[in-house]
Nanobody
Framework: QVQLVESGGGLVQPGGSLRLSCAASGRIFSINHVDWYRQAPGKQRELVAGILTSGNTYYADSVKGRFTVSRDNAKNTVYLQMNSLKPEDTAVYYC??????????????WGQGTQVTVSS
C-alpha cells in the first residue's frame, strides 16, 4: 500500500517561515494531484493549496502570495513553503494525494497531519 507522511511543522513566530513536506512511499505507479488542507480547532477543514500533474498550482485566497507548493517527482515528495506566517495559519496541516498503485488501481490517501503553531 501507500503511505503519506507530513513533516516540518512546529512553533514559529508571526512573520516566520516553515516548509512542510509530504512524502509518499510504498507501491507507487504514479502520483496525480496533491493537496494541502488544514484544520484548526472548532473550524472546518479547508483546502490551502495544491498541485496537479501538469505542475499547475492553486491556492486559497488567504495564503496567496505567502505559500508556495512545489514537487520533486524523483523523491515522491511535495512541499509547502509557508512565509510571512500569521497566527490564523495555526492548524494541523494534512496532505491528500491521488496515487495510482497500478495502472488500474487509484486511491486517495491522507497523511497523519503535522501541527503548525504561529505565536509570539
Amino acid at each position: 500500500q501507500v503511505q503519506l507522511v507530513e513533516s516540518g511543522g512546529g512553533l514559529v513566530q508571526p512573520g516566520g517561515s516553515l516548509r512542510l513536506s509530504c512524502a509518499a512511499s510504498g507501491r507507487i505507479f504514479s502520483i496525480n494531484h496533491v493537496d494541502w488542507y488544514r484544520q484548526a480547532p472548532g473550524k472546518q477543514r479547508e483546502l490551502v493549496a495544491g498541485i496537479l500533474t501538469s505542475g499547475n498550482t492553486y491556492y486559497a485566497d488567504s495564503v496567496k502570495g505567502r505559500f508556495t507548493v512545489s514537487r520533486d517527482n524523483a523523491k515522491n515528495t511535495v512541499y509547502l513553503q509557508m512565509n510571512s506566517l500569521k497566527p490564523e495559519d495555526t492548524a494541523v496541516y494534512y496532505c491528500n494525494a491521488g496515487v495510482s498503485e497500478t495502472r488500474n488501481l487509484v486511491n486517495n490517501y491522507w497523511g497523519q497531519g503535522t501541527q503548525v503553531t504561529v505565536s509570539s
